[in-house]
């Protein structure tokens, strides 16, 4: 039987549709379970890849030499703007959406997160931590990023002053299996600002801190978090100098000094937007991600943490 011209393109196309590689494009968050790495991706909805590290996983790794495999949402339609991905302790994969400002998973909506907390001029929702609680509960905490707002996607009126935002931490537990709704600052378990340092000089030019995502880390007996910190200015062409790993305790007081992550990338990517962080040993190493950039592949670093730093679990 002959073809249409028609069924041969389609054929044609489909057969080069499929012959095409998965690839990450923006790794904004990342987590690992086993010898996976789950990323987030904002630039793709409906869905999360899974990477396959090596036995022996390099300090410095290139995502796309992962073998990527995408993982659809059953609720594909609510998956969007993903800004961070990670497992509850019911074994629940899930991910934060900033455009929703709300937990996602397969089953829908999980949790939606108080108005106070949407995007504005492109800062919002980006960090989500995970651990344990009891009866295979977990305690989520979820970081609204804070730092500089994006002038061209702000209102006319919203752009006179270019003041930057300071990081607000919400705490909530979420039961197994369960849903918790809508949260509200006023329902938190805690609720905190990151006191995220303050380089010299005065806006809009002096270099002001984001926070995209962090995880939640021991400081002494208490428990408190390790988040990724980046810093920019507010000129109408943004220059990013800073990028680094800082602790907080409860009250969201800096603990220590903060550790400098671009000393520790390969040259060419010491300047790259990195936005994803998770345990990769717990208590002992960190792996952060970055988005693609102008001849830029989408890379994860491996980074072991001082002594001082380091717990031996995770578990309550």
């Known amino acids: 039987m002959l073809l249409s011209r028609r069924e041969l393109f389609a054929i044609s196309a489909t057969g080069a549709l499929e012959a095409q590689p998965v690839r990450v494009r923006e790794a904004s968050g990342v987590f690992r ?29 290139l995502l796309n030499d992962l073998r990527p495999q995408r993982m659809p949402f059953r609720q594909a339609g609510l998956a969007i ?17 900033e455009r929703l400002r709300s937990l996602v998973g397969d089953a829908g909506i999980i949790a939606e997160y108080d108005s106070l907390l949407s995007e504005v001029g492109k800062r919002g929702l980006e960090g989500l931590a995970i651990r344990p609680r009891p009866n295979n509960g977990s305690r989520i905490a979820v970081l609204w990023e804070g730092g500089y707002p994006d002038q061209q996607s702000l209102p006319g009126q ?94 969201g007081r800096p603990a220590g000094d903060p550790l400098d992550i671009s000393a520790q990338a390969p040259a060419a990517h010491r300047d790259a937007n990195w936005e ?20 830029l592949e989408p890379a994860a670093l491996v980074i072991e943490l001082p002594q001082a730093w380091r717990f031996n679990s995770l578990v309550p």
């Open 33 to 61: 379970s086993g010898q996976s790495l789950l990323i987030a991706d904002d630039s793709t909805s409906g869905e999360y890849f899974k990477l396959t590290l090596p036995v022996k996983p390099a300090r410095f790794m």
């Open 81 to 97: 703007d993903l800004e961070a991905i990670g497992i509850l302790n019911d074994g629940r994969t899930v991910a934060l959406s």
């Open 158 to 251: 919203l752009r006179r002053e270019r003041t930057p935002l300071v990081p607000l931490v919400l705490v909530h537990d979420l039961p197994a299996k369960g849903r918790v709704g809508r949260v509200r600052l006023s329902d938190a378990v805690a609720t905190l600002e990151l006191q995220v340092p303050k380089p010299a000089g005065d806006g809009p030019t002096a270099q002001r801190f984001r926070a995209p995502d962090f995880i939640w880390a021991k400081i002494g007996a208490d428990w408190g978090f390790l988040a990724l910190i980046s810093s920019q200015d507010a000129a109408d062409k943004p220059t990013f100098q800073h990028h680094w790993l800082q602790r907080f305790d409860m009250q």
């Open 276 to 295: 994803g962080l998770s345990w990769f040993e717990p208590g002992k190493s960190v792996i952060v991600v970055h988005e693609s950039g102008l001849k």
